[in-house]
C-alpha cells in the first residue's frame, strides 16, 4: 500500500509571506493544526503547526510539566493572546524545517515518520517536492485496518 491510496488531496496550504496572523486564522476555520508552507511553485518549504503558533501564548513551565491532570483549568492563561506585533510576523519566522513523504512511499514509511517525529498530519509531496496531498496518522491507521475482517455496521448521524 501506498501513501497515494490514503491521502487527502485537498490540503490547505499558505504561502511564505502570508502572516502568523493569516496563518491562525486559516487554521481556526478550517480547524486544521498542520500547515504546510509553500513557494510560489507550490513546492514544500516548511510545516506550521498548531503548537507553533500556540507557543506565542503559552509560558516556557508549560512544556516542563509532564502530567496537567491535577488542575481544572488555568484561569486567566485560557485566555490568553499574542501579542498583535507577533501575529504580524512572516509564517516564515516560526515554522519548522518540512518533513514529507513521497506520494509512492510506503505506508509504513510514512507511519514511521509520525511517529518519530512526533507528529499528526504529514505533507505528501511529488518528485519535484510540489505538495500534493496531507497523510494522517489516522488515515494510515485506518490504511493498515482495510484487510481486517471487520463487520459492516450502520452509522447513526441522528444528534
Known amino acids: 500500500m501506498t501513501v497515494r491510496e490514503s491521502m487527502k488531496l485537498n490540503v490547505i496550504s ?5 502572516t502568523l496572523e493569516m496563518a491562525a486564522a486559516v487554521m481556526r476555520e478550517n480547524r486544521i493544526g498542520t ?12 510545516m506550521l503547526r498548531l503548537e507553533n503558533l500556540l507557543s506565542l501564548v503559552m509560558p516556557d513551565f508549560v512544556h516542563l510539566v509532564e502530567h496537567f491532570e491535577f488542575a481544572h483549568n488555568f484561569g486567566s492563561l485560557e485566555y490568553a493572546k499574542p501579542d498583535p506585533a507577533s501575529l504580524k510576523q512572516p509564517v516564515q519566522e516560526i515554522m519548522e524545517e518540512p518533513v514529507s513523504v513521497e506520494v509512492d512511499s510506503g505506508i509504513l514509511r510514512a507511519a514511521a515518520l509520525l511517529h518519530f517525529r ?14 500534493v496531498g496531507l497523510v494522517s496518522h489516522v488515515d494510515l491507521g485506518i490504511a493498515l485496518m482495510r484487510n481486517w475482517d471487520l463487520p459492516q455496521i450502520a452509522t447513526d448521524t441522528s444528534p
Open 118 to 131: 512526533d507528529l499528526r498530519d504529514l505533507p505528501v509531496v511529488d518528485a519535484e517536492n510540489k505538495l
Open 35 to 46: 500547515l504546510p508552507v509553500v513557494d510560489h511553485e507550490k513546492k514544500l518549504v516548511g
Open 14 to 18: 499558505i504561502s511564505t509571506d502570508a
